[in-house]
């Protein structure tokens, strides 16, 4: 999960070399940190939080296949 965040926001932003997720692992849930540049936080967040929703909606699949829950922050 964390790989595939990583791939799609080093895609997204100007600056890939300081894109940092951080992955906290629970028995049911993880939670994907997304750290980036202050510049590139709108380019990962988009219009109205929809490139967020999308990249949400991917990870939710993703972790659907392996039976346990993922959620994503962005973190200024």
Request: charged letters at 35%.
């Amino acid at each position: 999960m964390k790989d595939l965040v990583k791939f799609i926001a080093q895609a997204l932003v100007d600056h890939p070399d300081q894109v940092q997720v951080k992955e906290i692992e629970g028995e049911q849930t993880s939670v994907i940190e997304l750290k980036v540049a202050k510049e590139d936080l709108g380019k990962v967040i988009g219009k109205q939080g929809r490139t967020a929703r999308a990249i949400r909606t991917i990870l939710s699949a993703a972790s659907t296949k392996i039976r346990k829950r993922a959620v994503m922050e962005i973190l200024e």
